[in-house]
Each structure stands twice: as structure tokens, then as C-alpha cells.
């Protein structure tokens, strides 16, 4: 794991949906991050770290 992806999965802990912008900028991820954050913490979190986490194809 490099150094960049180590830092976004401490982003995604802390700031869900600011990982998921900086990895994939604005976009339909980052409404569905901010939308499962506003709801439930805990399913934004996962879907940040599942977003930071995958490989870019």
C-alpha cells in the first residue's frame, strides 16, 4: 500500500466524503457518499473506503 492510499484510508475514516472526493472529485460517488453519510455514518464509511480502496481501472 503507498503512502497516498494509506492517507485517503485515514481520510476515509475521518472525513468520508472527503476521501471520496479527492479520489474521485465531484460526481455521482460523491452524492452517494454524502447522502449515506447524512443518513447512517457507518455505510458512508464503508462506501468510502470500498471507493478509495478499488482499483482504478
Given at each position: 500500500?503507498?503512502?497516498?492510499?494509506?492517507?485517503?484510508?485515514?481520510i476515509a475514516i475521518?472525513?468520508?466524503p472527503l476521501a471520496?472526493?479527492?479520489?474521485?472529485?465531484?460526481?455521482?460517488?460523491?452524492?452517494?457518499n454524502v447522502l449515506?453519510?447524512?443518513?447512517?455514518?457507518?455505510?458512508?464509511?464503508?462506501?468510502?473506503?470500498?471507493?478509495?480502496?478499488?482499483?482504478?481501472?
Amino acid at each position: 500500500m503507498d503512502t497516498n492510499k494509506l492517507l485517503l484510508v485515514i481520510i476515509a475514516i475521518l472525513l468520508p466524503p472527503l476521501a471520496v472526493f479527492l479520489k474521485k472529485g465531484l460526481g455521482k460517488d460523491l452524492l452517494i457518499n454524502v447522502l449515506l453519510c447524512f443518513f447512517f455514518f457507518i455505510p458512508g464509511l464503508i462506501h468510502a473506503l470500498w471507493v478509495v480502496l478499488q482499483e482504478d481501472l
